[in-house]
């Protein structure tokens, strides 16, 4: 599990760019302490195989998605979305080459998956920003930090954290 934790989080690829914006009142070392938690929560490397992927536990779904690449029209690429239980991992595999997936996004939705600084789903809100400091944007219901290139966002429910999830985008 603790492997999985390493790929999810680090540079991503496809979707939609965050919106938010790192917080530019930050301290370099608050910063730093952010940009890192978005960037490796799980502990995840940035590119993984598809076989590294599925061995993080039992795979109960996967969707997959073939997609024209944008910059070259003549190739096709793929998107996978590989759930687990209380985990999803979106993965972008340019070529179709399985052996270099791109880590785009991760949800964690149970407990079981452990985050860095303790940061799991079931924590109070008052830890994250005990530990992250203020977020990026804040509402009723959830918690934003962005880093250079991913944010993780912290859905609340009750003040309580009940999903975690991180994605970027590059190009």
Known sequence: ?????????????????????????????????????????LGLPVVESLANLRKIGLVTREKVRVIPNKHDPKQDDEIRILQFDGLAIKAYFPARNYGHGIIAGVTVTKPQWKLRHGLNVGVMAKAVESVLGKPDERDSDRMMYCGDVVCGTFFLHGNRVIRVVFEGGVD
Not at 23 to 35: A, C, F, I, L, S
Request: charged share 20%; no cysteine; glycine share 0%.
């Open 1 to 41: 599990m603790m492997r999985l934790a390493t790929i999810l989080f680090t540079y991503v690829l496809w979707s939609v760019a965050p919106t938010a914006v790192a917080d530019q009142n930050r301290t370099p070392t608050e910063y730093e302490k952010v940009d890192t938690f978005v960037n490796e929560a």
